[in-house]
């Protein structure tokens, strides 16, 4: 049947949404990791094991999917230098988020911002689409001491705590690679599986599936605005634009390296650093 790997998927997603949003249980454990922890790992779990019966059920290779460390030093990379363009949205992000201003309250403020990262993306599209060569030793330092940057500055406001290193241990399993390994790995890959990937962008093939991963990423991101405890059900349409244009950002990573340690570090890096330096200031 034609289609068959997007209705697959969609059941897939809808599976872990409907668990992670309507299961009273569920959502108590989740509240109680976030206020505790900075970040529910329950969900990432989660994620990983709905993806896991998945790929196995459909019979999907897990090299396929993006599983696989044989160019690692080269996606790291790839993901190092998403992180090093993304800095421009991150920067407008952070700016606004100063004066107060949250681009999930604000809609156009949120597709604006989105625009920004599909321009930084094919920014990036074209430096991968080059080469893109194992991370140097200076990369490597400079990428740990960026890492490092958001702990020292919460060291100086006196702000550094257990929550905060919990937080960030957070946005990399979880929001870098459980994430990844949902949308960018299952969902991205199954769809290609199916219809190939024919399209070259910058000497990179893309297929479908990146539309299909994307637009369920910023789904879920849409949907996490969303209070049925509360009896008030809607849809944050600005923000889902947004996660839509990370998606594809993500999705282009994916594409390039191959696997999923590329995108899984940009999305870790870029999740990670900037929200422990706002917590941290």
Do not use: C
Not at 49 to 66: C, H, K, M, P
Not at 89 to 103: E, I, K, M, R, S
Not at 182 to 198: A, D, L, P, W
Not at 256 to 276: C, H, W
């Amino acid at each position: 049947m034609k289609g068959r790997s997007i209705l697959e998927a969609s059941v897939v997603f809808s599976a872990f949404m409907l668990t992670t949003m309507m299961l009273p249980g569920v959502r108590a454990l989740t509240r109680w990791e976030v206020r505790t922890l900075g970040g529910s790992f329950f969900t990432g779990v989660l994620m990983v094991i709905i993806s896991v019966i998945a790929i196995i059920a459909t019979r999907l290779d897990f090299e396929e999917v993006g599983v696989t460390r044989s160019n690692w030093r080269s996606s790291v990379n790839a993901g190092f230098k998403g992180y090093l363009v993304f800095l421009v949205p991150q920067f407008l992000l952070t700016f606004f988020n100063g004066w107060g201003v949250d681009y999930r309250e604000f809609g156009v403020l949120a597709v604006l911002l989105g625009l920004v990262v599909l321009l930084v993306g094919y920014l990036l599209l074209m430096n991968l689409g080059k080469g893109i060569g194992d991370i140097s030793k200076l990369g490597a330092a400079l990428m740990v001491i960026i890492v490092l940057i958001p702990f020292v500055t919460a060291f100086t406001y006196d702000s550094l705590s257990l929550k905060l290193f919990t937080s960030f241990i957070w946005h990399v399993l979880v929001g870098g690679f459980a994430e990844e390994f949902m949308f960018r790995g299952y969902i991205q890959s199954t769809v290609n599986h199916e219809y190939g990937k024919h399209w070259t962008v910058r000497g990179v093939k893309f297929g479908p599936g990146i539309l299909v991963s994307s637009t369920l990423f910023g789904l879920s991101r849409a949907m996490r605005t969303m209070k049925p405890w509360s009896g008030v059900y809607t849809i944050n349409v600005g923000w889902g634009l947004y996660a839509f244009a990370l998606g594809l950002f993500y999705g282009v990573i994916r594409e390039a390296t191959g696997d999923l340690i590329g995108s899984g570090t940009g999305n870790a890096l870029i999740d990670g650093v900037g929200a422990i330096f706002i917590k941290a200031t």
